[in-house]
Protein backbone atom coordinates (compact mmCIF):
# COMPACT_ATOMS: atom_id res chain seq x y z
CA UNK A 1 0.00 0.00 0.00
CA UNK A 2 1.37 3.44 -0.71
CA UNK A 3 2.57 5.87 2.13
CA UNK A 4 0.47 8.47 0.93
CA UNK A 5 -2.74 6.05 1.65
CA UNK A 6 -1.66 4.78 5.21
CA UNK A 7 -4.07 5.68 7.77
CA UNK A 8 -2.85 6.21 11.20
CA UNK A 9 -4.04 3.18 13.53
CA UNK A 10 -6.88 3.23 15.84
CA UNK A 11 -6.55 4.43 19.20
CA UNK A 12 -6.12 1.82 21.83
CA UNK A 13 -9.75 0.51 23.06
CA UNK A 14 -8.48 0.80 26.81
CA UNK A 15 -8.02 4.43 26.60
CA UNK A 16 -11.62 5.20 24.99
CA UNK A 17 -12.24 6.77 28.73
CA UNK A 18 -9.15 9.31 28.03
CA UNK A 19 -9.33 10.05 24.11
CA UNK A 20 -8.05 13.70 24.87
CA UNK A 21 -4.45 12.42 25.35
CA UNK A 22 -4.18 11.01 22.16
CA UNK A 23 -2.48 12.37 19.18
CA UNK A 24 -3.85 14.98 16.46
CA UNK A 25 -3.56 12.22 13.43
CA UNK A 26 -5.45 9.75 16.33
CA UNK A 27 -8.24 12.07 17.23
CA UNK A 28 -8.84 12.83 13.10
CA UNK A 29 -8.57 8.71 12.23
CA UNK A 30 -11.50 8.79 15.23
CA UNK A 31 -13.47 11.48 13.54
CA UNK A 32 -12.99 9.53 10.25
CA UNK A 33 -13.52 5.86 12.00
CA UNK A 34 -17.11 6.98 13.53
CA UNK A 35 -18.24 8.64 9.88
CA UNK A 36 -17.46 5.79 8.44
CA UNK A 37 -19.59 3.96 10.69
CA UNK A 38 -22.38 5.81 10.82
CA UNK A 39 -22.67 5.53 6.70
CA UNK A 40 -23.23 1.78 6.97
CA UNK A 41 -26.83 0.59 6.57
CA UNK A 42 -26.60 -1.65 9.65
CA UNK A 43 -25.48 1.04 11.61
CA UNK A 44 -28.09 3.39 10.42
CA UNK A 45 -31.00 0.94 11.29
CA UNK A 46 -29.92 0.42 14.45
CA UNK A 47 -29.87 4.20 15.16
CA UNK A 48 -33.62 4.41 13.95
CA UNK A 49 -34.64 1.56 16.12
CA UNK A 50 -33.09 3.77 18.46
CA UNK A 51 -35.00 6.68 17.86
CA UNK A 52 -38.31 4.75 17.65
CA UNK A 53 -37.71 2.90 20.89
CA UNK A 54 -37.14 6.59 22.64
CA UNK A 55 -40.41 7.33 21.30
CA UNK A 56 -39.76 11.23 21.88
CA UNK A 57 -42.61 14.37 21.45
CA UNK A 58 -42.18 17.68 20.61
CA UNK A 59 -41.42 19.37 23.36
CA UNK A 60 -39.62 16.58 25.62
CA UNK A 61 -36.17 17.15 27.07
CA UNK A 62 -33.09 14.19 25.90
CA UNK A 63 -29.98 14.04 26.87
CA UNK A 64 -28.00 12.51 24.59
CA UNK A 65 -24.49 10.57 26.37
CA UNK A 66 -21.33 10.09 24.57
CA UNK A 67 -22.28 12.60 21.72
CA UNK A 68 -19.37 11.86 19.37
CA UNK A 69 -19.47 14.32 16.48
CA UNK A 70 -23.04 15.03 17.58
CA UNK A 71 -24.99 13.83 14.75
CA UNK A 72 -27.45 11.91 16.72
CA UNK A 73 -27.96 14.78 19.25
CA UNK A 74 -29.48 16.55 16.01
CA UNK A 75 -31.53 13.93 15.07
CA UNK A 76 -32.56 13.87 18.54
CA UNK A 77 -33.28 17.40 18.44
CA UNK A 78 -35.49 17.21 15.12
CA UNK A 79 -37.55 15.03 17.37
CA UNK A 80 -38.23 17.09 20.39
CA UNK A 81 -38.49 20.45 18.15
CA UNK A 82 -38.07 24.25 18.79
CA UNK A 83 -39.59 24.09 22.23
CA UNK A 84 -37.90 20.77 23.69
CA UNK A 85 -33.89 20.61 24.82
CA UNK A 86 -31.49 18.31 24.29
CA UNK A 87 -28.19 18.22 26.20
CA UNK A 88 -25.33 16.44 24.29
CA UNK A 89 -22.74 15.35 26.42
CA UNK A 90 -19.61 13.56 25.69
CA UNK A 91 -16.01 12.84 28.22
CA UNK A 92 -13.67 13.93 25.13
CA UNK A 93 -13.39 17.81 24.35
CA UNK A 94 -11.99 16.73 21.29
CA UNK A 95 -15.11 15.47 20.08
CA UNK A 96 -17.28 18.22 21.60
CA UNK A 97 -15.65 20.79 19.42
CA UNK A 98 -16.08 18.88 16.41
CA UNK A 99 -19.67 18.22 17.37
CA UNK A 100 -20.14 21.92 18.23
CA UNK A 101 -18.59 22.99 14.66
CA UNK A 102 -20.96 20.61 12.70
CA UNK A 103 -23.95 22.00 14.60
CA UNK A 104 -23.00 25.74 13.44
CA UNK A 105 -25.84 26.87 11.04
CA UNK A 106 -28.29 24.50 11.98
CA UNK A 107 -31.34 25.86 13.33
CA UNK A 108 -31.69 23.31 16.43
CA UNK A 109 -30.79 23.82 19.98
CA UNK A 110 -28.85 21.59 21.09
CA UNK A 111 -26.32 22.13 24.81
CA UNK A 112 -22.93 20.87 24.02
CA UNK A 113 -20.84 19.93 27.65
CA UNK A 114 -18.70 17.95 29.26
CA UNK A 115 -19.43 14.86 31.51
CA UNK A 116 -19.12 11.31 32.61
CA UNK A 117 -22.28 8.88 32.20
CA UNK A 118 -20.68 7.18 35.71
CA UNK A 119 -21.16 10.81 37.95
CA UNK A 120 -23.84 12.63 35.60
CA UNK A 121 -24.87 16.45 36.96
CA UNK A 122 -28.18 16.81 36.97
CA UNK A 123 -30.54 16.44 39.59
CA UNK A 124 -33.18 13.50 39.52
CA UNK A 125 -35.68 13.39 36.90
CA UNK A 126 -34.27 15.75 34.64
CA UNK A 127 -34.76 14.35 31.11
CA UNK A 128 -37.75 12.75 29.18
CA UNK A 129 -35.43 10.24 27.55
CA UNK A 130 -31.60 9.00 27.79
CA UNK A 131 -29.80 7.95 24.60
CA UNK A 132 -26.66 5.76 24.93
CA UNK A 133 -24.71 4.14 22.37
CA UNK A 134 -21.11 2.36 21.90
CA UNK A 135 -19.92 4.14 25.57
CA UNK A 136 -20.87 1.62 28.16
CA UNK A 137 -18.44 -0.63 26.85
CA UNK A 138 -16.11 1.14 27.93
CA UNK A 139 -16.90 2.81 31.12
CA UNK A 140 -15.28 0.94 34.24
CA UNK A 141 -18.28 1.21 36.79
CA UNK A 142 -20.90 -0.50 34.05
CA UNK A 143 -23.97 -0.56 36.47
CA UNK A 144 -23.22 2.80 38.53
CA UNK A 145 -23.62 4.67 34.69
CA UNK A 146 -27.09 2.67 34.19
CA UNK A 147 -28.29 3.73 37.51
CA UNK A 148 -27.11 7.39 36.54
CA UNK A 149 -28.40 7.48 33.47
CA UNK A 150 -32.00 6.17 35.28
CA UNK A 151 -31.77 8.82 37.72
CA UNK A 152 -31.50 11.45 35.49
CA UNK A 153 -34.32 10.25 33.24
CA UNK A 154 -38.42 11.28 34.82
CA UNK A 155 -40.73 8.53 36.02
CA UNK A 156 -42.06 7.19 32.89
CA UNK A 157 -39.36 8.23 30.87
CA UNK A 158 -36.91 5.89 28.37
CA UNK A 159 -33.75 5.01 28.76
CA UNK A 160 -32.31 3.34 25.48
CA UNK A 161 -28.71 2.28 24.97
CA UNK A 162 -26.78 0.62 21.95
CA UNK A 163 -23.88 -1.33 22.54
CA UNK A 164 -21.99 -4.30 20.76
CA UNK A 165 -20.74 -7.60 21.46
CA UNK A 166 -17.50 -9.07 20.17
CA UNK A 167 -18.10 -11.97 21.65
CA UNK A 168 -19.63 -12.65 18.46
CA UNK A 169 -17.75 -11.43 16.01
CA UNK A 170 -17.76 -13.19 12.27
CA UNK A 171 -15.63 -12.13 9.57
CA UNK A 172 -15.06 -13.56 6.02
CA UNK A 173 -11.30 -14.48 6.76
CA UNK A 174 -9.13 -15.20 9.49
CA UNK A 175 -6.89 -12.79 8.73
CA UNK A 176 -9.12 -10.04 8.92
CA UNK A 177 -10.81 -11.95 12.02
CA UNK A 178 -7.45 -11.67 13.47
CA UNK A 179 -6.97 -7.95 12.77
CA UNK A 180 -10.53 -6.69 13.98
CA UNK A 181 -9.93 -9.20 16.89
CA UNK A 182 -6.67 -7.50 18.19
CA UNK A 183 -8.23 -3.94 17.65
CA UNK A 184 -11.15 -4.96 20.11
CA UNK A 185 -9.49 -6.91 22.60
CA UNK A 186 -8.68 -4.37 24.87
CA UNK A 187 -12.27 -3.01 25.08
CA UNK A 188 -13.21 -3.23 28.78
CA UNK A 189 -16.81 -4.92 28.61
CA UNK A 190 -16.97 -6.52 25.38
CA UNK A 191 -19.74 -8.45 25.52
CA UNK A 192 -22.01 -5.97 27.44
CA UNK A 193 -24.21 -5.77 24.68
CA UNK A 194 -25.43 -9.74 25.73
CA UNK A 195 -26.36 -8.28 29.08
CA UNK A 196 -28.17 -5.53 28.47
CA UNK A 197 -31.39 -6.94 28.98
CA UNK A 198 -30.28 -8.11 32.43
CA UNK A 199 -28.65 -4.97 33.53
CA UNK A 200 -31.75 -3.04 32.63
CA UNK A 201 -33.77 -5.38 35.25
CA UNK A 202 -31.28 -4.94 38.01
CA UNK A 203 -31.04 -1.04 37.87
CA UNK A 204 -35.49 -1.21 38.23
CA UNK A 205 -36.11 -0.36 34.36
CA UNK A 206 -39.44 -1.99 33.53
CA UNK A 207 -40.97 -2.51 30.31
CA UNK A 208 -37.87 -4.00 28.36
CA UNK A 209 -37.18 -4.10 25.00
CA UNK A 210 -34.16 -5.49 23.36
CA UNK A 211 -33.69 -5.46 19.61
CA UNK A 212 -30.47 -7.61 18.74
CA UNK A 213 -29.25 -6.67 15.43
CA UNK A 214 -25.64 -7.42 13.49
CA UNK A 215 -23.57 -4.13 13.07
CA UNK A 216 -20.99 -4.03 10.09
CA UNK A 217 -19.87 -2.78 6.53
CA UNK A 218 -22.19 -4.94 3.60
CA UNK A 219 -20.41 -6.50 0.90
CA UNK A 220 -20.85 -2.95 -1.08
CA UNK A 221 -19.49 -1.04 1.66
CA UNK A 222 -15.88 -1.46 0.96
CA UNK A 223 -15.12 1.88 0.17
CA UNK A 224 -11.22 2.79 -0.73
CA UNK A 225 -11.59 4.41 2.95
CA UNK A 226 -12.75 1.58 4.35
CA UNK A 227 -9.87 -0.56 2.91
CA UNK A 228 -7.60 1.79 4.02
CA UNK A 229 -9.05 1.84 7.64
CA UNK A 230 -8.58 -1.72 7.62
CA UNK A 231 -5.07 -1.96 6.80
CA UNK A 232 -4.45 0.96 9.72
CA UNK A 233 -5.08 -2.08 12.19
CA UNK A 234 -2.10 -4.15 10.66
CA UNK A 235 1.04 -2.45 12.43
CA UNK A 236 -0.56 -2.94 16.11
CA UNK A 237 -1.55 -6.41 15.24
CA UNK A 238 1.82 -7.16 13.52
CA UNK A 239 3.83 -6.26 16.88
CA UNK A 240 1.43 -7.92 19.30
CA UNK A 241 1.68 -11.09 17.25
CA UNK A 242 -1.61 -11.54 16.25
CA UNK A 243 -0.42 -11.63 12.59
CA UNK A 244 2.43 -12.49 10.94
CA UNK A 245 4.38 -10.90 8.24
CA UNK A 246 3.87 -13.40 6.08
CA UNK A 247 0.02 -13.74 6.59
CA UNK A 248 -0.55 -10.06 6.26
CA UNK A 249 1.68 -9.87 2.88
CA UNK A 250 -1.02 -13.20 1.66
CA UNK A 251 -4.05 -11.28 2.72
CA UNK A 252 -3.64 -7.75 1.45
CA UNK A 253 -3.85 -9.53 -1.91
CA UNK A 254 -6.39 -11.66 -1.06
CA UNK A 255 -8.92 -8.90 0.55
CA UNK A 256 -8.29 -7.00 -2.07
CA UNK A 257 -10.03 -9.25 -4.51
CA UNK A 258 -12.54 -10.40 -1.63
CA UNK A 259 -13.66 -6.79 -1.65
CA UNK A 260 -14.28 -6.38 -5.33
CA UNK A 261 -16.21 -9.27 -5.49
CA UNK A 262 -18.37 -8.34 -2.83
CA UNK A 263 -17.65 -11.09 -0.60
CA UNK A 264 -15.65 -9.17 2.39
CA UNK A 265 -17.18 -8.74 5.16
CA UNK A 266 -17.24 -8.33 9.51
CA UNK A 267 -19.85 -8.28 11.64
CA UNK A 268 -21.07 -8.62 15.27
CA UNK A 269 -23.86 -8.23 17.00
CA UNK A 270 -25.68 -4.99 18.41
CA UNK A 271 -28.18 -4.72 20.82
CA UNK A 272 -30.51 -1.60 21.21
CA UNK A 273 -31.85 -2.07 24.17
CA UNK A 274 -34.48 0.14 25.88
CA UNK A 275 -36.48 0.57 29.01
CA UNK A 276 -39.04 2.67 30.72
CA UNK A 277 -38.26 3.93 34.85
CA UNK A 278 -41.12 3.29 37.00
Same mark, same amino acid.
Given at each position: ???????????????????????????? #??????????????????????????? *????????????? #???????????????????? *??????????????????? *???????????????????????????????????????????????? /???????????? /???????? *???????????????????????????????????????? /???????????????????????? /????????????? #??????????????????????????
Amino acid at each position: MPTSDRTPGPVDASQFTALDRGTQDQHA #TLIRWLDLQNSWATMRMAKRALLDLLA *LRPGQAALEVGCG #TGDDALALAERVGPTGRVVA *LDLSMFQLEEARRRAVGSP *LAIEFAQGDVQELAYPDDTFDACRCERVLQHVPALEQSLRELVRVTKP /GGRVVVIDTDWG /GLVTSDPV *LQALVAHVTATIRNPQVGRALGRLFRDVGLREIAVRPQLC /GPLPDEWTPEAIRMSHSFIPAALA /GGTVSPADVAAWS #TTFAQDTRDGIAFWTAPYFVVAGTKV
